[in-house]
């Protein structure tokens, strides 16, 4: 075991937690229900109006249409540019919530140790430890590695904390193999998209 290899010292910015932020709001089911649940009836209710001016209008239908067709689209456009909007808004959200209050300590000078026990995580704000077990799922994107340890907590890692993809492979390996995170590619996928590893996939 290389235990040098199995330790990152990284500087982590607002903008490293904020993108956790908005990264597990897009992809949480329950954020992602509630505002499709908000959304979508939106757009149902405005396509609703001129469905209903149709069907009691007595022009021909063609012309008809002709007079209702931005009504008919509106819907449609509202939907387009809401999602965009609001991500966003959620992603300035998110900075400006973690500059607020006493947050200092959870960004800045980080180190993230992996052994035999858990993970160690040293910060301004003091250490924290979780054993392998408490790991969920390991999120690896383009720009960050997110170890889940509950539905809401995770650590986080810059991708520019490894010298390399070799190192970045090591450490996820390691990972994945102390946890019940089994049966992924990681060097596939550190050298491509956004993948989440979970005891599920």
């Known amino acids: 075991m290389e235990t040098n290899k199995l330790k990152v010292t990284y500087d982590l910015s607002v903008d490293d937690l904020a993108a956790f932020v908005f990264f597990h709001q897009r992809k949480s089911p329950a954020a992602r229900r509630h505002t499709s649940g908000c959304l979508f009836p939106a757009a149902a ?3 609703a109006i001129p469905t209903l001016a149709l069907i009691f209008n007595k022009k021909p239908i063609v012309e008809a249409i ?3 067709w931005m009504l008919f689209l509106f819907p449609f456009l509202f939907l387009a540019f809401t999602f965009p909007i609001l991500k966003w808004q959620t ?7 973690l500059r607020e209050g006493r947050s200092m300590g959870f960004y800045g000078p980080h180190s993230l140790l992996l052994n035999e026990d858990g993970l160690h995580e040293t910060k301004d704000a003091g250490e924290t430890f979780r054993k392998w077990s408490a790991v969920e799922k390991m999120i690896i994107t383009p720009s960050h590695l997110f170890i889940y340890t509950s539905g809401v907590e995770a650590f986080v890692v810059p991708r520019t904390a490894f010298p390399g993809d070799q190192d970045s492979i090591y ?7 102390c946890s019940d995170l089994t049966g992924h590619d990681v060097p596939q996928q550190i050298r491509s998209g956004t993948h989440i590893l979970s005891g599920n996939t």
């Open 91 to 97: 992603k300035r959200m998110s900075q400006h919530l």
């Open 66 to 68: 002709a007079d209702l």
């Open 45 to 47: 209710i405005m396509l």
């Open 171 to 177: 450490f996820c390996e390691y990972i994945l193999k």
